[in-house]
């Protein structure tokens, strides 16, 4: 008996120096009982440093102390409760147990020995729960990003088989069920192309898009969708720690709404792009430090510059730009480098392509949209249009305003001179009338007989260029097209008229050809040489007046009066063909001669112009197509 207790005091020894160095909490207790044989208390015989260095107290605090001294009596009785269990029914307890000082979580082991005797084994654990705790944290995380992910998820094994799939998926496919799905072979789906399926089997990773038809997987799956979608897949390969396949996962995307949205900001970009190109309004934006943005084609049209040329070859630079307003948008540039300018308005003046000094007009608005140097940005928003057109009309309104005043002014005068003009061969004709009654003297008869003939006369030209004016206001002049000889129609306006020259003046006709027949007006062609020769007639005093006509081509004749009179001045040969144009105000006439002239020139589809030099004489004439 004593040989084996001293072989068990050895055994005990032996097992307290072995836990004493472990790296293992290890614990010893002698439990304390009642005269019933129930634990109230137990004494800390034992204990290793590692135990101390788990719970974060020092040795000396429990060992060898009672249990009563440290514990508070309900962290006592919950002690002894399960050291109790122990005691009694001789089994052995593993619990985890946390200690607050050392922040430790610890795997417990509690045996019974010996009879009254416990022994507890702590193996530190805190690690290995943290480990537990991340991976279940990683596991919910993974299993709510799978179950809430905004993208379709689908997992299936080695064979194709449908082993899960997420809500997304659900709502994407009209799944209602998630077990209606399950167990379907994603080789048999009648929406996946037979080269899809075959890639899947010896590729690793794939994608695809196709248009998914709903009614094509009724006897697939059950789906309460109906139409079709446009549908965007990515396929992975599932591989274990051995390199084997364990299946492959589908990530699915709706992208009807995507392709929708592209689909209608493509129309609309395309809009955009017609109506500028209609409206001729480019639009730009592009950071000033680096010259580098964007620029739809009108903008760089308007700019006189090619689509293909980088923006930063464009600003700043300006080449097509008139260079005094070059210099205007230049300053802009640099006063909104230093934040001292944010917008600015112009109208610029832009080379039109294949010129060297024609410019087209371009309104340029430019607005400073972001200022941030620090950062290396200078935000410029840019538009610009187009308003050549609107230039031009606007100084052809500004000369048409200035031709209408002229013209007002001018019929001014012209309504005054008219007055004038009419009276005066009014009141010679009273007066010589009256006179040719009183007279008894033929000479003197003759005489008055001869002023009231040419007063007459004036009278009847004013009268009937009045008339002729109206008609032309109205657009009722008429012509009367017919064959006519050219000699007979100057040699008439020659004899009519060979009376009425002054002294010293010969006016003078030759026939170019022996006959020259056209098809035209014959009476309003005698107007317009009778007109010509009778401005001839008022301002040459000396030398000649000859009417004469030639061909400048084979398909033009060319009919002429020139003179040796007083010449008109360059400047007045312009508009001398205007209304109410008179160069000499005391010369009688309504200035409406040569303007009615033109217009019956170029309704019969000719032209009429002037060549003429001061002191050397004119020659008025006009050209007509042969027929």
């Given amino acids: 008996l004593r040989l084996a207790r001293d072989e068990a005091d050895r055994e005990r020894n032996f097992l307290s120096n072995l836990y004493k160095y472990m790296p293992m909490g290890y614990v010893r207790l002698s439990i304390l009982c009642d005269e019933e044989g129930e634990p109230y208390d137990y004494l800390i015989t034992d204990a290793n440093q590692f135990s101390a260095d788990l719970c974060g107290s020092p040795l000396e605090s429990y060992k060898g102390r009672f249990a009563s001294e440290i514990y508070s009596s309900d962290k006592l009785s919950t002690k002894l409760r399960i050291l109790a269990d122990i005691h009694k029914h001789g089994l052995y307890r593993e619990l985890d147990e946390y200690f607050e000082e050392s922040k430790r979580t610890c795997h417990c082991i509690i045996y019974s020995p010996e009879p009254d005797e416990l022994v507890c084994l702590y193996m530190d654990v805190t690690e290995m729960r943290r480990t537990y705790m991340a991976l279940d944290h990683s596991e919910k995380l993974l299993r709510n990003l799978f179950s809430n992910i905004p993208v379709g998820v689908e997992i299936y094994n080695k064979d194709g088989i449908l082993i899960d799939l997420n809500n997304k998926d659900m709502e994407i496919f009209g799944v209602k069920d998630k077990s209606s799905t399950i167990g379907v072979n994603f080789y048999e789906n009648p929406n996946v192309p037979s080269d899809i399926r075959e890639r899947v089997k010896v590729e690793d990773e794939l994608d695809f898009?196709?248009?998914?038809?709903?009614?094509?997987?009724?006897?697939?799956?059950?789906?309460?969708?109906?139409?079709?979608?446009?549908?965007?897949?990515?396929?992975?390969?599932?591989?274990?720690?051995?390199?084997?396949?364990?299946?492959?996962?589908?990530?699915?995307?709706?992208?009807?709404?995507?392709?929708?949205?592209?689909?209608?900001?493509?129309?609309?970009?395309?809009?955009?792009?017609?109506?500028?190109?209609?409206?001729?309004?480019?639009?730009?934006?592009?950071?000033?430090?680096?010259r580098n943005g964007y620029a739809i084609k009108q903008w760089y049209k308007n700019m006189g510059e090619d689509e293909d040329t980088p923006l930063v070859e464009v600003v700043g630079i300006y080449n097509k730009m008139h260079p005094q307003d070059r210099v205007r948008v230049l300053a802009f540039f640099e006063k909104a480098k230093r934040g001292e300018a944010t917008s600015f308005k112009s109208e610029m003046r832009v080379l039109k392509p294949g010129t060297l000094n024609q410019w087209n007009w371009v309104r340029m608005n430019v607005v400073l949209n972001r200022y941030d140097p620090e950062n290396g940005l200078i935000e410029l928003i840019g538009v610009n249009y187009d308003i050549t057109e609107l230039k031009e009309t606007e100084q052809k309104l500004i000369e048409a305003k200035e031709k209408a005043e002229e013209a007002d002014r001018l019929k001014s005068a012209f309504l005054a001179n008219m007055s004038h003009e009419i009276r005066t061969p009014l009141n010679a004709i009273v007066g010589f009338s009256s006179l040719l009654v009183e007279t008894e003297d033929q000479e003197e008869k003759q005489e008055y007989s001869k002023m009231v003939e040419e007063n007459n006369e004036l009278l009847l030209q004013l009268i009937s260029d009045i008339l002729d004016l109206s008609k032309i206001e109205a657009g009722t002049f008429d012509f009367k097209i017919r064959d006519?000889?050219?000699?007979?129609?100057?040699?008439?306006?020659?004899?009519?008229?060979?009376?009425?020259?002054?002294?010293?003046?010969?006016?003078?006709?030759?026939?170019?050809?022996?006959?020259?027949?056209?098809?035209?007006?014959?009476?309003?062609?005698?107007?317009?040489?009778?007109?010509?020769?009778?401005?001839?007639?008022?301002?040459?005093?000396?030398?000649?007046?000859?009417?004469?006509?030639?061909?400048?081509?084979?398909?033009?004749?060319?009919?002429?009066?020139?003179?040796?009179?007083?010449?008109?001045?360059?400047?007045?040969?312009?508009?001398?063909?205007?209304?109410?144009?008179?160069?000499?105000?005391?010369?009688?006439?309504?200035g409406l001669g040569l303007s009615i002239s033109k217009s019956i020139i170029e309704q019969l589809g000719g032209t009429i112009g002037v060549d003429s030099e001061l002191g050397k004489g004119s020659t008025f004439w006009f050209i007509l197509p042969v027929v």
């Fill in 209 to 290: 898009s196709q248009d998914y038809e709903f009614s094509n997987v009724s006897d697939y799956y059950e789906s309460e969708k109906r139409g079709g979608i446009e549908l965007y897949t990515k396929i992975s390969k599932i591989y274990d720690k051995q390199g084997d396949n364990n299946g492959f996962v589908l990530i699915n995307i709706d992208n009807t709404e995507r392709i929708s949205s592209i689909n209608r900001i493509r129309d609309f970009e395309n809009f955009f792009l017609l109506i500028s190109e209609y409206a001729k309004v480019g639009y730009a934006k592009l950071n000033l430090l680096t």
């Fill in 484 to 590: 006519l000889d050219v000699n007979t129609l100057c040699g008439d306006v020659q004899r009519s008229m060979k009376l009425r020259v002054k002294p010293g003046v010969e006016l003078l006709f030759e026939p170019t050809l022996p006959s020259c027949v056209i098809v035209s007006d014959p009476n309003r062609l005698h107007q317009v040489v009778a007109n010509f020769v009778n401005n001839a007639i008022k301002f040459t005093t000396t030398g000649y007046i000859r009417i004469g006509y030639d061909q400048p081509d084979a398909k033009h004749l060319r009919i002429y009066v020139s003179d040796t009179g007083i010449g008109i001045a360059p400047e007045a040969c312009e508009k001398i063909f205007d209304r109410f144009i008179k160069l000499n105000s005391f010369v009688q006439g309504t």
